[in-house]
T-cell receptor, first 114, second 114 residues
């Protein structure tokens, strides 16, 4: 069975500081990994994905994530946080097999203070 | 339309009543997902349709929940004999299929069971 763990309910950072939102996964075979963001009163939006290739993937709004196969992790990072980055972030995984569903983690609330 | 459309946007019902939620995916999208998001919680996978394959119903929480999809278009999620714990936002998402892994989400249906 596929699963995603986001160990932190909330991450607090000051504006201008680097941020990391953690994600680990469990899946049979090779994973497809994603990050989605949910801003207040807005729908879920795609941020970035890892399918294959370079372990460091870059996405929208200056975010990036690093796939680490040995640690089964896909942490989301940004070098310099903005107050406008404050939102709910979801990590998601599905197996690299046809017909498998996309499973989301429980989400991590990022709060960036000015 | 240009995006995933869900209706109604809000539904208030009495305990024990049946409800039907509708999702119109983006035209041409072969994959369709239903998720549930309880207040302050993460995304809970419910069901996944992919083309003409049998749907993955592994996330449906009880036999009161069912979903149908007509070809590669409209999907309906039906909840029979609603309970208060069914109160949540029900989100629909679609993706193009094939190598395109990006999910597009609707705005959701806020279901309140009194």
């Amino acid at each position: 069975a596929q699963s995603v763990a986001q160990p932190e309910d909330q991450v607090n950072v000051a504006e201008g500081n680097p941020l990391t939102v953690k994600c680990t996964y469990s899946v049979s075979g090779n994973p497809y990994l994603f990050w989605y963001v949910q801003y207040p009163n807005r729908g879920l939006q795609f941020l970035l994905k890892y399918i294959t290739g370079d372990n460091l993937v870059k996405g929208s709004y200056g975010f990036e994530a690093e796939f680490n196969k040995s640690q089964t992790s896909f942490h989301l990072k940004k070098p310099s946080a903005l107050v406008s980055d404050s939102a709910l972030y979801f990590c998601a995984v599905r197996a690299n097999q046809a017909g498998t569903a996309l499973i989301f983690g429980k989400g991590t609330t990022l709060s960036v203070s000015s | 339309g240009a995006g995933v459309s869900q209706s109604p946007s809000n539904k208030v019902t009495e305990k024990g009543k049946d409800v039907e939620l509708r999702c119109d995916p983006i035209s041409g999208h072969t994959a369709l997902y239903w998720y549930r998001q309880r207040l302050g919680q993460g995304l809970e996978f419910l069901i996944y349709f992919q083309g003409n394959s049998a749907p993955d119903k592994s996330g449906l929480p009880s036999d009161r929940f069912s979903a149908e999809r007509t070809g590669e278009s409209v999907s309906t999620l039906t909840i029979q004999r609603t309970q208060q714990e069914d109160s949540a936002v029900y989100l629909c998402a679609s993706r193009q299929g094939g190598s395109n892994e990006k999910l597009f989400f609707g705005s959701g249906t806020q279901l309140s069971v009194l």
